[in-house]
């Protein structure tokens, strides 16, 4: 093929495969905004609502594992065609849902057909980009679904009040179409084994295990961890890893090689994919808390002054490629890292009586460190790897990434209602010239960012609770960072050209005949 010709077709699937990122982590969030008017549309219980949020992202990073597998089998652009086109019929059903049960189905929908796109759109675009030039399309993939998860509250918030609630799935359709046009059309056909059998066993637990954490995770920073839905499916998942692991190793052409993991760079990533979505988007909820509920701006205006840490994200993605080629991985992931913890370290200085202006500094630097962290751990975890098992190592990478988001924001939130509770306590509140009994509620409602409604003689002690919240967490979310720092000094290769060098093959017992050379 002409070196234009191939130069074009990797555009093309570049461009397809950022597309379709850009619709499914839009979607992981941009439901929030529009629970209010569902609720009242379709006379939504509090629990139904509770799953149309997470009906999406319980699936989503249940299926990435096995969605990678089962790509790197049956092939690729199989894998995520299927995908596509379950995501656009998830989003028609949520669109003309007549009520919450089936706006519930159509979002489980949406989230398998997430996972199918995801877990094979990294391997697609290292084959459509080799050497140097992956970096670059790695940056503008990250960049598309980063900036489409931080600004889907402010779309979403636009589409509601102008079109109603159903326009945030119905909008799904259009681009919907093009991405599977584009995906039959562009993507090769290649990439499929069919001499490798599926492990069914390994696919069914890896679901169960991926699915009972995030649930556990899920429910217990909405219900409360002695919850029995949590403890439930906290002792599912732990069961559930035991037999997974056991599953494993006995099979002869595994759903998980876990001996991925004793590839140094490929541990090393998988942690650091994890901690960065931790750190990165774990916070946004408390953030945006404090910008509506205390500072009192709109959603809309929300949204506008968080555009300041997406409008970081895209700019640190646009020039990471050439800082990877210059510096080498290492540099570029610790400098992602410290500047994220210096940026929660500016954010820790806000006070009761701070403007948002005083936080922007430290978004910005966020946003910039979060911007050159997502290509590089992208790439490694797709480079260190034989390339028979990229898919597998891409889904295993990315299932981190929304159990990153998940831990994240339920740990962020229990340390933000621990020191709100140490500043709100009964004696503080009687103090305030509050009685008692409203002491749990002043609490209640200060954690969640409802000022308006708080009595006014503590509304300034809730301020001040609330903000020390905040503080704390930005402290916790520096150290979380600091750990990324020295996790990349010990795991990532010094240089580009070494990543690809260092493809260690994994065999499986299956071709444990097959000489160490290799291909």
């Known amino acids: 093929m002409p070196r234009h010709d191939s130069a074009a077709a990797a555009r093309r699937t570049l461009i397809t495969v950022s597309v379709a990122a850009a619709i499914t982590t839009m979607d992981i969030t941009i439901v929030n905004v529009a629970l209010a008017a569902i609720a009242a549309d379709l006379s939504a219980t509090l629990p139904q609502l509770q799953w149309t949020v997470n009906a999406y992202p319980l699936l989503f990073a249940a299926l990435l594992l096995v969605g990678g597998s089962v790509s790197d089998r049956l092939g690729r652009r199989r894998i995520f065609v299927t995908g596509v086109a379950l995501f656009t019929v998830g989003s028609l059903l949520c669109g003309v849902a007549p ?70 799935f119905l909008v799904n359709l259009l681009p919907g179409a093009f991405v599977l046009f584009g995906a039959l059309r562009w993507l090769p056909a290649a990439g499929r084994q069919p001499g490798r059998r599926l492990d069914f066993a390994g696919a069914v637990l890896g679901v169960l295990l991926l699915g009972a954490v995030n649930l556990a995770v899920i429910s217990g920073a909405d219900d409360g961890w002695t919850r029995p839905v949590t403890l439930v499916a906290a002792g599912v998942a732990v069961v559930t890893l035991v037999l997974f692991v056991a599953t494993e190793r006995r099979a002869a052409d595994p759903m998980l090689q876990l001996a991925l993991f004793r590839i140094r760079a490929f541990t090393g990533v998988s942690v650091l994919s994890f901690l960065t979505r931790a750190v990165g988007f774990g916070t946004m909820p408390y953030l945006v808390l404090w910008l509506q509920g205390m500072l009192g701006h709109s959603p809309l205006q929300a949204g506008l002054q968080l555009s300041a840490l997406s409008a970081a994200i895209v700019a640190g993605s646009l020039v990471v490629a050439r800082l990877q080629h210059r510096y080498g991985n290492r540099t570029v992931v610790v400098t992602g890292f410290v500047a994220i913890c210096v940026g929660y370290l500016l954010v820790a200085r806000v006070g009761a009586d701070s403007t948002w202006l005083e936080a922007l500094p430290g978004l910005v630097l966020i946003g910039a460190g979060m911007g050159l962290l997502f290509a590089p751990l992208m790439g490694i975890s797709v480079s260190v790897v034989p390339p028979q098992q990229a898919g597998m190592a891409s889904g295993t990478a990315n299932a981190f990434f929304p159990l990153g988001t998940a831990v994240g924001a339920a740990v962020f939130g229990a340390v933000l209602a621990g020191r709100v509770g140490s500043g709100l306590s009964d004696d503080a509140v009687r103090a305030a010239g509050v009685a008692d009994a409203t002491a749990t509620e002043v609490r209640d409602l200060t954690s969640a960012g409802r000022f308006a409604d708080l009595p006014t003689e503590v509304e300034r002690l809730a301020r001040v609770a609330f903000v020390d919240g905040l503080t704390t967490v930005a402290w916790v979310a520096a150290g979380a960072a600091a750990v990324g720092v020295a996790v990349a000094l010990a795991t990532v290769p010094s240089r580009r050209d070494k990543t690809d060098s260092s493809v260690e093959r994994v065999p499986t017992r299956a071709d444990v005949r097959r000489p160490a050379g290799g291909d």
């Open 99 to 168: 009520g919450p049960q089936m706006l519930i189905a159509g979002r489980a929908v949406q989230g398998i057909g997430g996972a199918l796109i995801f877990a094979p759109a990294l391997p697609l675009l290292a084959a459509a980009y080799p050497g140097q030039r992956r970096n670059a399309a790695m940056g503008v993939f990250s960049a598309t679904a980063a900036v489409s998860a931080a600004i889907a509250p402010l779309v979403g918030g636009a589409l509601v009040s102008s079109l109603g609630w159903r326009s945030i």
